[in-house]
């Protein structure tokens, strides 16, 4: 009985607690450096949370150890709703990838949104030969021993996308990791190195400029905003990559701010201006439901797992 009085406390009082939430600015944790998709989604999300609830949420990027400090500062704050996290796939295959992790991603989280998802851009510098993913992997294996890919850092998304791509089509590239995309895309389109598979967004105004020439994207649909840009699975079957984005809290957030949180997120990713802003740099909105989240958040970590195995990506 005294068990069943004091849980019936604790809810009343997260209730109260989250009625006058905020009543304080937020912190935005980014666990990348300003730039690029995960920057867009970050400052857009913060604009609309900030107008809907009254107090500032301040994006505060902490970039480093492939995500994994900002990731570990958020999930370590206190549980109040006052420290968010944006996540994308790189929480999902760090779960593998590192050995020994101070933080559990699934155990020490309250999910409150999948945001967006985005498919992948391939792209090689204008003048390299082949028009078309086919080309790609027939000069490629011309060329053993010459071509080098990119990406934005050993163990992204972007890196094991590249991986996937050399398991199932034989092509030996040697991977150039860079430390985030933009000094990736400086390189490639001075042809230092000779493909990338990147953030569509980041990539499509050197795209435009006639710089990197578009050979396929990484999701089993074409892009609205450029169907001429075919998906690496009309030659290579089977072949999906998806980055997914969405808002963590620390685990234990009381659920009636999850709940709200939840309410103004989905909301945004429903409005037009939102969806046409989104869909012009090849994202495509979600909202999915905090549980929803959870288990697109077990299944991208299983098939990273499974990537990093068979690519025999090195640990760290």
């Known amino acids: 009985m005294l068990r069943l009085i004091s849980l019936i406390a604790a809810a009343g009082i997260a209730s109260a607690y989250a009625a006058d939430y905020p009543a304080h600015p937020v912190k935005w944790v ?79 989280v309250a999910p409150v949104a999948g945001l967006v998802r985005t498919p992948n851009v391939m792209v090689v510098p204008a003048a390299l030969p082949p028009k078309s993913v086919a080309e790609f992997i027939s000069w490629c294996k011309a060329n053993p021993g010459k071509v080098n890919m990119a990406s934005s850092g050993s163990g992204t998304s972007v890196h094991l996308s590249g991986e996937l791509f050399k398991t199932m089509t034989g092509c030996q590239m040697l991977h150039v990791p860079y430390k985030g995309a933009g000094p990736a895309l400086t390189d490639l389109i001075s042809g230092q190195v000779q493909m990338l598979i990147t953030g569509y967004s980041g990539a499509v105004p050197h795209i ?109």
């Open 208 to 316: 435009k400029s006639g710089k990197l020439r578009a050979l396929g994207v990484t999701g089993t649909k074409r892009l609205a905003t450029a169907p001429e840009i075919p998906t690496i699975s009309e030659t290579i079957k089977g072949y999906e990559v998806l980055a997914w984005y969405g808002i963590f809290a620390p685990a234990k957030t009381p659920q009636p701010i999850v709940a709200l949180l939840h309410k103004e997120l989905a909301a945004m990713v429903k409005r037009p201006q939102i969806i046409e802003r989104l869909t012009a740099l090849g994202i495509e909105p979600e909202g999915n439901t905090p549980q929803e989240f959870t288990v697109q958040i077990k299944a991208e970590s299983q098939k990273w797992a499974k990537i990093i195995k068979i690519a025999k990506v090195p640990l760290e």
């Open 30 to 108: 980014v666990p990348y450096p300003p730039g690029g998709t995960t920057d867009v989604l970050a400052r857009l999300t913060a604009q609309w949370l900030s107008e809907k609830l009254g107090q500032q949420f301040i994006i505060e990027n902490k970039p480093g150890g492939g995500n994994n400090i900002g990731t570990d500062y958020a999930l370590k704050s206190p549980p109040d709703g006052y420290t968010l996290l944006l996540v994308n796939p790189a929480n999902g295959i760090n779960a593998t990838l590192y050995k020994n992790l101070p933080f559990n991603f699934i155990r020490d």
